[in-house]
Nanobody, 125 residues
């Protein structure tokens, strides 16, 4: 059984930081791109960042690339370090895994094969 489990969410003050971790189990994700998405109430799921299987390629949403950093410490885990948090960063954050396929748009949630259950991030002013 494939599982992606996020952790590290919680409450933060505006201007603060949080680190989210996603642990994968049940399959070797060494050949998968791992991504983070978020969804705020009443809004569409939004791309945050992604990292290739090798860790050499990273992708960020333009609005977050200066404040968020994605990393990958081994074939199964990824972290999202978030700095200078804003109230509008409040959302449920999801980890996802996408198999490597030609022409994949890693910014699209439709490309991802596996999803975690999400972790809530709340930023207060």
């Amino acid at each position: 059984q494939v599982q992606l489990v996020e952790s590290g969410g919680g409450l933060a003050q505006a201007g603060g930081s949080l680190r989210l971790t996603c642990a994968a189990s049940g399959r070797t994700f060494s050949s998968y791109t791992l991504g983070w998405f978020r969804q705020a109430p009443g809004k569409e799921r939004e791309f945050v960042a992604a990292i290739s299987w090798s860790g050499r390629r990273t992708y960020y949403a333009d609005s977050m690339k200066d404040r968020f950093t994605i990393s990958r410490d081994n074939a199964k885990n990824t972290e999202l370090q978030m700095y200078s948090l804003k109230v509008e960063d409040t959302a449920v954050y999801y980890c996802a895994a996408a198999a490597n396929r030609s022409g994949t748009d890693y910014r699209s949630h439709y490309e991802y094969d596996y999803w975690g259950q999400g972790t809530q991030v709340t930023v207060s002013s």
